[in-house]
């Protein structure tokens, strides 16, 4: 199973961005979806998530201007960034919880991560 993350890039304050993550591989069912993001010095932090049934949480920073959403079809997660800060420059992972089948359990996979700059 593998997370690919794209859609990262150099934009500036107040512009917008879409992430997209899809996962690949022998696949039975996908639980929670999650973005987190690193800044340089910091550590990785949860910045949204959004289980099977599509409930969804939000860090505080990000609240009112990210939307996180899954078309389940596809195993893909988005994340809509709008109103970017500086604050927001970080590598963006992102994280899902899969099963490969019905009789195991599922694990925890990481996607490789993509930068977003946001610049003044």
């Known amino acids: 199973v593998q997370l690919q993350a794209s859609g990262g890039g150099l934009v500036q304050t107040g512009g917008s961005l879409r992430l997209s993550c899809a996962a690949s591989?022998?696949?039975?069912?996908?639980?929670?979806m999650s973005w987190y993001r690193q800044a340089p010095g910091n550590q990785r932090e949860l910045v949204a998530s959004?289980?099977?049934?599509?409930?969804?949480n939000y860090a505080d920073p990000v609240k009112g201007r990210f939307t996180i959403s899954r078309h389940n079809a596809d195993n893909t997660v988005y994340l809509q960034m709008n109103s970017l800060k500086l604050g927001d420059t970080a590598v963006y992972y992102c994280?899902?919880?899969?099963?490969?089948?019905?009789?195991?359990?599922?694990?925890?996979?990481w996607g490789q991560g993509t930068l977003v700059t946001v610049s003044s």
């Open positions: 591989g022998t696949i039975f069912s996908i639980g929670t």
């Open positions: 994280n899902a919880d899969i099963w490969r089948s019905s009789y195991r359990s599922g694990s925890n996979y």
């Open positions: 959004i289980t099977s049934g599509g409930r969804t």
